[in-house]
């Protein structure tokens, strides 16, 4: 109960509806605890990979494409070093908010760890995947975050991403690695960007079935 | 060799001691597309290789849904399973099975592992590293689709096969499943068994339409330099009702059938592989 009352919880009156409904009501909010991350509010990482979990086995049944970005601070050790640690939250928060204004409700967005940030995409076709994340960057860039009165900061973001390969079942420790190997080049290649893995090339399009299929060579055996 | 309830063709069994100096082939047999007689290609193929005087190892790399066990009739007491939860050594799960080679079965229902984890590489890996030495081939039968598991599989093998079938389904897959190798593990040689042929020569016109679409739509993918892909038809098995009968009988055509015209056709396959 105290936890629920910490995290600012408010649940219905106990005698008003019923026991039965107050369980309920204690449980769902239990749930809801449990797979946010207290200080930004977006989901946790426990809750991240779940949703990761689920969304592999979609791509892997209905072959739709799916994005996965992982996200990182630039230089965040120096906003802790010179405004502070609380300002450090701030930011973090801020980074958050500003997350969450640019993707759909389907979308996950998560607090990975530290100042890294994750956001699954679920049917984001190849060919839109930079436009969003490059969204997001600049999402990130134009915010000023208020860390005091009269002081603002501002932060840019590092975006690796990762397409899930089409009905493909693979993995969730697979798929992070080869986002956040995109993550490590765009800090490499100087931070403030967005790099995106190539999509695996495993569908066949419809001129490949065209010329597979087309040429009078094989319809001798028809 | 344990001691198990199938070992019934133990005398069989290939001597699994280590030569000094040689090392297994491994050829991974995959598909795309499952159904288009992967497993029954895989054992008959490697009860032909057996004959030939070959030690063969087939390992069910079919990690979620194996079926080998099926198609040999054999309820392994000991699986690949409990390899990889250290219950028990290694050499205690590779069996003999009928047609005088040995098998490392996954067994069914081995969904944990049907992910690529990095637990299931290392082991895989080691499997494969380990054994190399005792025997001349290693067949590795992997699962339909082109999971993870798959793909890391085949990287492991020297040599990879396709199996396809003339079905529009099966030839759509099997140029994926290239695709696929070709620009992601930058494969030059891939070997190719059409399966179920009605007409002589059918499995040739296959591999041209397939190299055809490979050299119009792969190559220009693949890096500058890049070896271009070549795809080698190693057989064709025709459509024969004896092989649906052995598998319904759950026994090797080889065994049951050797002179079908299928059997024949396994048999020349082979030949092509111990060379």
Same mark, same amino acid.
């Given at each position: ?22 369980m309920q009501a204690v449980i769902d ?194 | 060799?344990? /001691? ?12 699994? /001691? ?25 054992? &008959? ?19 979620? @849904?194996? &079926?080998?066990?099926?198609? @040999? &009739? ?120 059409? &399966? ?31 070896e271009p892909p070549m795809l080698e ?43």
């Amino acid at each position: 109960m105290q936890l629920l009352q910490l995290s600012g919880r408010t649940l219905p009156d106990r005698l008003e509806v019923g026991q039965v409904a107050w369980m309920q009501a204690v449980i769902d909010a239990l749930c809801e605890l449990s797979s946010r991350d207290p200080l930004t509010g977006l989901a946790n990482r426990r809750h991240f990979e779940l949703a990761l979990a689920s969304e592999i086995d979609r791509v892997a049944r209905a072959g739709e494409p799916a994005l996965v970005l992982m996200i990182d601070i630039d230089h965040f050790k120096q906003v802790n070093d010179t405004h502070g640690h609380s300002a450090g939250d701030l930011v973090l928060k801020g980074v958050a908010q500003a997350l969450q204004e640019c993707v759909r409700p389907m979308d996950t967005v998560a607090r990975f760890g530290g100042e890294e940030f994750a956001l699954i995409l679920p049917n984001c076709p190849p060919s839109f995947g930079l436009t969003v994340a490059e969204r997001v960057r600049l999402k990130v860039q134009d915010r000023a975050v208020s860390i005091s009165p009269g002081q603002q900061v501002h932060v840019t973001i590092s975006i690796g991403g990762a397409f899930a390969p089409q009905w493909v079942r693979s993995s969730a420790p697979l798929w992070i690695e080869r986002a956040d190997q995109q993550l490590y080049r765009a800090k490499a290649e100087g931070r403030n960007r967005a790099c995106l893995e190539q999509p695996t090339v495993s569908l066949v399009t419809a001129e490949e079935k065209g010329l597979l299929f087309g040429t009078s060579k094989f319809q001798e055996f028809e | 060799m344990s /001691s198990t309830d199938n070992s019934r063709n133990a005398d069989a069994a290939p001597d699994a /001691s280590p030569k000094p100096g040689r090392r297994a082939k491994t050829m991974a047999i995959t598909s795309g597309k499952g159904g288009v007689g992967k497993t029954f290609l895989s054992a &008959n193929l490697a009860a032909a290789l057996a004959h030939r005087g070959e030690r063969v190892l087939v390992l069910d790399a079919d990690l979620g @849904l194996a &079926n080998l066990d099926v198609v @040999l &009739n054999l309820f392994p007491k000991v699986t690949l399973h409990d390899v990889f939860t250290g219950k028990v050594p290694l050499e205690e799960a590779i069996l003999p099975a009928p047609g005088g080679f040995s098998v490392l079965l996954a067994g069914s229902g081995l969904v944990e592992y049907s992910r690529l984890t990095p637990e299931v590489r290392d082991q895989l890996l080691r499997i494969i590293e380990t054994l190399a030495p005792r025997f001349d081939h290693i067949l590795l039968d992997t699962g339909a689709g082109i999971s993870d598991v798959v793909l890391y599989a085949v990287s492991l093998a020297d040599d990879v096969l396709v199996v396809a079938t003339p079905e529009p389904t099966s030839m759509t897959d099997a140029y994926a499943t290239i695709k696929l190798l070709t620009t992601q593990q930058q494969r030059s040689a891939i070997r190719l068994v059409v &399966n179920q042929v009605g007409k002589v020569g059918e499995g040739r016109v296959i591999r041209s339409q397939l190299q055809l679409v490979v050299d119009r739509f792969v190559v220009p993918m693949l890096p500058e330099g890049a070896e271009p892909p070549m795809l080698e038809l190693i057989g064709e098995v025709p459509l024969d009702p004896s092989v649906r009968e052995s598998v319904q009988r759950r026994q090797l055509l080889l065994e049951s059938m050797p002179g079908s015209p299928a059997a024949r056709a396994v048999e020349a396959i082979a030949s092509k592989v111990a060379k």
